[in-house]
Nanobody, 114 residues
Framework: VRLVESGGGLVQPGGSLRLSCAAS????????MNWYRQAPGKERELVAT????????NVLDSMRGRFTISRDNAKNTVYLQMNSLKPEDTAMYYC????????WGQGTQVTVSS
């Protein structure tokens, strides 16, 4: 089982990034997918969720309107589109597969700074 995040990096405030999480080794289409983030010195927090079929998604209130979660079950990949990034969005971003079992990726770093 693998979850591999990518797409992080350094971006200026107001910029955009698209994170990807590629899954393998399990039946991706049967799992809800989540994005979490953890900033230094802070607890890990849930950012966004999407159901196994992609029919329902939700983004944390503080990020709603700026972040969008989506998935492509044919590619076994979940995405997090992040727009209008702020310095406080700086964190390690993780994807998680939630279903019969619980799987986590290793994370991708997002740094928002001028």
């Amino acid at each position: 089982v693998r979850l591999v995040e990518s797409g992080g990096g350094l971006v200026q405030p107001g910029g955009s990034l698209r994170l990807s999480c590629a899954a393998s080794g399990f039946r991706f289409s049967r799992y809800a997918m989540n994005w979490y983030r953890q900033a230094p010195g802070k607890e890990r927090e849930l950012v966004a969720t999407i159901t196994s079929d992609g029919g329902t998604s939700n983004v944390l209130d503080s990020m709603r309107g700026r972040f969008t979660i989506s998935r492509d079950n044919a590619k076994n990949t979940v995405y997090l589109q992040m727009n209008s990034l702020k310095p406080e969005d700086t964190a390690m971003y993780y994807c998680r597969a939630a279903g019969r079992y619980d799987y986590w990726g290793q994370g991708t770093q997002v740094t928002v700074s001028s």
